[in-house]
């Protein structure tokens, strides 16, 4: 059962990632819009500036108001990431010395914690409630259910069956509904980085640069 369900996991990565492609590649069929103005900064500095400094709370009007959600969510992807590279380790197999396994489980669990702090403020906060759809809802409970299912794993690696189906619906949702945005996120922050930093806009300057 295990092998089947192993390759039924190989199989939905693979039909993730390439509808994930697809959807990046659709993007395209809007054409480039021709820019006239000519540039007046660094793309390579803007997409640096993108995933570096422009991620931090400071940055944001409103990470930087929502200070507590903007530290949860970086525990949540954090912990998220960690536990789709865990997939892997447990299907290779891979074994991971004591203290790796150890830092995982810490995130991991911070992760869990987090993504159910989160799915209470959505639900608990009127506006954000109003705003709310049952994807909001289902990609939320999916992750949480993968997450600790990774880290009771590290301690009963007996439930790999559990773990298994949890990881072929997470991976087979993940094109479909909300979750595609960890996939997106990268795509939009180097555009992001591309427009602004052609502008100038990004990095910002110093007061020593403008003088």
Avoid at 32 to 50: F, M, Q, R, S, V
Avoid at 150 to 157: K, N
Wanted: aromatic share 18%.
């Amino acid at each position: 059962m295990q092998t089947v369900l192993k390759s039924g996991v190989l199989i939905s990565m693979v039909f993730s990632a390439v509808t994930l492609t697809i959807l990046v590649l659709k993007t395209f069929s809007f054409g480039k819009k021709k820019l006239y103005a000519e540039p007046t900064g660094d793309i390579k500095k803007g997409i640096t500036y993108a995933f570096t400094k422009g991620m931090m709370p400071w940055e944001k009007e409103s990470a930087g108001s929502h200070l507590p959600t903007y530290i949860c969510g970086m525990f949540y992807h954090t912990g998220i990431f960690l536990a789709l590279f865990y997939i892997f380790v447990v299907i290779i197999p891979i074994t991971l010395p004591d203290i790796a396994i150890l830092i995982f489980q810490v995130f991991c669990l911070s992760a869990f914690v987090s993504g159910i702090v989160l799915l209470i403020k959505r639900l608990l906060t009127p506006y954000m409630r109003e705003l709310s759809c049952p994807d909001d809802i289902a990609a939320n409970i999916i992750v949480d259910i993968y997450l600790v299912l990774a880290f009771v794993h590290t301690f009963f690696p007996g439930i790999t069956t559990y773990f298994y189906l949890t990881a072929i619906i997470m991976f087979a949702y993940i094109p479909l509904g909300k979750i595609r945005h960890c996939f997106f996120f990268f795509y939009i922050r180097i555009l992001f980085g591309i427009f602004y930093g052609r502008r100038g806009v990004f990095p910002t300057r110093s007061k020593i640069d403008e003088t």
